[in-house]
C-alpha cells in the first residue's frame, strides 16, 4: 500500500509541472506588454497614441497619420466566462471597420489552461482577423469561408469543441465591443442612439390597418425578380409551387416590430402579447417573421432556438443579430383568419448589446438559396427597408456604455435536445430511487438498470454532453458568493447548472451518494473497471480498517487546500484542481500531454485493485458533496435489526467500505449504489432472511443451532 501511495504522489507531482508553467506566464503584468501587443496587432505602426479620456481606446498612427484603433473588451462590455472571470482580450479595427487582429491579454478559462492548447484558442480568435465589423458572424455552422452575395457578407467560423461557452463568451465580447467603437468613433457608423418604447401608447387596428400603415411590412418578391437576379426562368429550380411554364409565382415575407403594442398586441392578440412581454428580458425586443408563396425564409433543417441563416437585420450598415425564441412551441398562433403565413410565423429576439434603435430605418435581407435542376445552383440577395413612426418611441441621446448582454439564453436554446435528454433521465432516477424497494425486489432487473444509467451517465452525460462536475464549481461559487453573487456564470453551462441543481436538492435529502453512484461520468467509467476486474479475476486489495479511517480524511485535506488557495489565486487554484482526472479522461478523451495521461490511467489501474481508490480517498469534489450532504434531512436505506448484530454480509459486499460493524451505514462515504438494499430485499443472499426460511421450515422443537455466517475481522 506504501509503494501505490508513493506514486500516486510522483504521478501528481509530475501532472503538475507543464500546469505550474502555464500558470507562472499569467503573472506578467498586462500593462508591461500592451505596447508591444498592439504594436504586433499593426505591425505597420509607427506610434500609438495615449489612451483616450473620452472613451477608452489607444489611436494608432503611421507617420503621424490614424491607422485605427485598439481596444480592450473588458473596457467595454464585461461579459465573464465560465470562470467567472472577464476574459480580457486586446482587439484592432483600422479606419474602415476591419479587424486588424485579436489577443488574449488575460483569461481564467480551466479549459484553455489546462486541457485544450493555447494554440487552439488562439486558431479561434485568429479567424476574426481581416473581416469587417459588418460581417454577419455566425459560429458553429455546418458551412465554413465567407459568403459574399450582393456584397453582403456573412463570416461562418469553426467552434471549438469542448470550449462552448467560453467561445460564446469571446464571440460576443469581441462583436459587442467593436459594435461600439465602430458607432463612436469610425465614420460611416454614427452612433444609433436609443429609443424606449411607449408602453401607454396604443391604436387599436386591424390586420389590413396593419398592412396599410406600414406597421407589419409585406415585402413582395416575384418570380420575375427572381429571374432577373439570377438570368434563368424560376422553373429552372427546384421549388415548391412553380411548375414549369407558371407565370405570376410570388413569394410574400411579412415581418413587424413587436414591442410596440400598436403592433404587437394587436398581431399577436392580448394574451399572447402579455405572454412576449414576460419572456422577453430586459430591453430585448422582437420581430415576427412569417412567409407564403414558392419560397421560405427559413431554411428546411432550420433548429428552433437558433440564428437563421437565410434572413438577416441591418441597421446603419452594421448586422443585428436575430436568435429565434421558439415563441409557438407547441403552440397554434391566435390570430385573424385573414393573416397569411401563420404556420410558419416565428418571433425573434434582438439583445441589447447590439445596439438596435427601432426608431431609425432598419433592413431586412434575404439570402434566396436556389437548387439547381439540371444547372448550377444560385444564391441571390434581396433587401427591404422597414421604417416605424416616432410616436411609438421616447427617443434618448445616444449611449455608448451599452450593458452586457446574456449569452446563456442563446446557449441554453441551442442545447435543448441535451437539455431535454438530461431532464428525462433525471426522472426516471428520481422515480427509481422512490421507488428502490420494489426495484431492487428483482436482483437481474436492477442490476440491468444500474448498469444502463452508468453507461448513460458515462458516455451521455460525461463524453457527449460534456456534464462532468468539478470541484472547480465549488469554488467558484464560493469565490461569487464574496466578489457578488451573479446566477448568469452558472447559467452559461445548462446542462452543468441542472446537474448542480438536482445534485443539490438531493444533498439536503439524501446526501451525496445520489451523485457519487449514479450521476458522475468517472465514477460510472471506474465501476466499469471494477466490473472487469472481477472478470479478470483480478485480486482485489482490502484497505485495512484502521488504514481506511485514515486515507478518507485525505479528500478533505485537499479540499481544504483548494479552497483557501482559490481565495489567493484562482488560477492557482485551477492549477492544484488538476488532481481531479476529470478533465483528462472525460471533457477532453485523454487528448493531453502524457503526463496527465498518465496520471489518470495510474488511477484508473489502481482501481483495479483497489474498488473505486480515486472517489474514496482523494477526490475533492466528493468530499465538498459530503459537507453539504450534512445537512440531509433522511437516512433512507433500510436496515434489518441483524444488520452488524451480528450479521456482517452487507459489510463485506460493500466495495467502498461505507458500511460498520454495527451495521450502520457512514452517509459521508456512501455512493448509494443500493447494493445492500438488493441484499437485504434478496432471500437467497440476505442471511437473516435465508435463516428465517429455515426456522419455517423446521419443527417448533427442533434443537438445531441456528448459525450466522461468522464474523470477519
Known sequence: MRHVSSCFFLLLCLAFLPSFAISSETLHDPAEILKKEIEAIFPESTSIGEKQQDFPVWPVFKNNELQGYAFQSVDLVNFRGWSGHPIKLLIGLDLEGKYKGVKVLEHHEPVFLHGLEHRTLSRFINQYTNHLVTDRVIVGSRQHGTATVDGKRTAYFDGVSRAT???????????????????????????????????DYFEPMNWQQLLQNGYVKEWLITDKDVEQATGSPLSTYQLKNVEAGQSGTEFRIYYAYLNAPSIGRNLLGDVEFERLTTTLEQDEQAIAIMSTGFYSYLEDKFWPGTVPDRVGLEQQSLPIQIRDINFYNRRTAAMAPQVPGRDNLRVFVIKNESGFNPSL???????????????????????????????????????????????????????????????????????????????????????????????????????????????????????????????????????????????????????????????????????????????????????????????????????????????????????????????????????????????????????????????????????????????????????RSECGKPCQVCRHRCGINAINKTGQ????????????????????????????QRKSRKQRNSNEVLIYPAERA
Open 165 to 199: 461557452v467560453s467561445v460564446v463568451v469571446i464571440n460576443d465580447s469581441i462583436l459587442s465591443s467593436a459594435l461600439q467603437v465602430a458607432r463612436h468613433q469610425l465614420d460611416g457608423f454614427g452612433s444609433s442612439g436609443t429609443a424606449s418604447v411607449k408602453e
Open 361 to 639: 430605418p432598419m433592413s431586412l435581407g434575404l439570402n434566396m438559396k436556389l437548387s439547381g435542376k439540371q444547372q448550377a445552383d444560385a444564391t441571390v440577395h434581396f433587401s427591404d427597408t422597414y421604417q416605424l413612426p416616432k410616436k411609438f418611441f421616447d427617443i434618448t441621446e445616444p449611449d455608448t456604455n451599452l450593458g452586457p448582454s446574456k449569452p446563456w439564453v442563446s446557449i441554453w436554446q441551442d442545447r435543448l435536445p441535451q437539455i431535454t435528454v438530461l431532464c428525462i433521465a433525471l426522472l426516471i432516477l428520481t422515480v427509481a430511487f422512490y421507488k428502490q424497494q420494489r426495484l431492487s425486489k428483482g436482483t437481474k432487473s436492477f442490476h440491468r438498470f444500474r448498469w444502463l444509467y452508468l453507461f448513460f451517465t458515462l458516455f451521455f452525460i460525461g463524453f457527449y454532453a460534456q456534464g462532468q462536475l468539478s470541484v472547480v464549481n465549488i469554488y467558484t461559487l464560493l469565490l461569487e458568493l464574496k466578489n457578488g453573487f451573479s446566477l448568469d456564470i452558472f447559467l452559461l453551462d445548462p446542462i452543468l447548472f441542472i446537474l448542480w441543481v438536482y445534485t443539490v436538492i438531493s444533498l439536503v435529502l439524501w446526501g451525496r451518494g445520489l451523485f457519487c453512484g449514479w450521476l458522475c461520468p468517472f465514477g460510472a467509467l471506474q465501476e466499469m473497471l471494477a466490473w472487469i476486474a472481477d472478470k479478470l479475476q483480478i485480486k482485489q486489495l482490502r484497505v485495512p480498517t484502521a488504514l481506511h479511517q485514515q486515507l478518507i480524511k485525505l479528500k478533505y485535506v485537499i479540499l481544504g487546500v483548494l479552497v483557501i488557495v482559490a481565495f489567493y489565486s484562482s488560477t492557482l487554484a485551477n492549477t492544484l484542481a488538476e488532481v481531479e482526472p476529470f478533465k483528462t479522461s472525460i471533457t477532453l478523451g485523454f487528448m493531453r500531454p502524457w503526463n496527465f495521461v498518465l496520471y489518470a490511467l495510474l488511477l484508473l489501474g489502481i482501481g483495479l485493485f483497489i474498488h473505486k481508490f480515486y472517489c474514496r480517498y482523494v477526490c475533492p469534489l466528493g468530499a465538498g458533496l459530503a459537507v453539504i450532504g450534512k445537512l440531509r434531512r433522511f437516512e433512507w436505506l433500510n436496515r
Open 665 to 692: 451505514i457512514d452517509y459521508n462515504e456512501c455512493i448509494q449504489c443500493l447494493e445492500c438494499i438488493v441484499i437485504i430485499n434478496d432471500e437467497e443472499q440476505c442471511a437473516p432472511a435465508i435463516i428465517e
